[in-house]
């Protein structure tokens, strides 16, 4: 399974994702993590989505094509979304 859960953190949203998730090709796990994020920042008292495996903070691609390790916002894939 690629993601195992969702939960409210205060001021964002956690993602567990499972081990499936990093046999995802790179342009897949970008596409994924932008769907998600940009489903869940748009619920109330949500603005930012930090992604977990093993309930351990993981780095996760953001629109260019750059890794982050911090949680992440709309604004992150605010180009990959208006194409």
């Known amino acids: 399974e690629p993601v195992l859960s969702v939960r409210r953190a205060e ?9 499936d998730f990093a046999e995802l090709p790179a342009d897949q796990q970008l596409l994924a993590v932008a769907q998600m994020t940009c489903a869940l920042t748009a619920q109330p ?25 911090r949680a992440v916002t709309r604004d992150d894939y605010a180009r990959l ?3």
Do not use: H, K, W
Request: proline content about 3%.
């Open 81 to 83: 979304i208006a194409n």
């Open 11 to 19: 001021g964002g949203a956690e993602v567990e994702l499972g081990s």
């Open 45 to 69: 008292g949500v603005s930012e989505v930090t992604f977990l495996l093993d309930d351990r903070q993981i780095e996760v691609p953001v629109q260019g094509g750059s890794l982050v390790s």
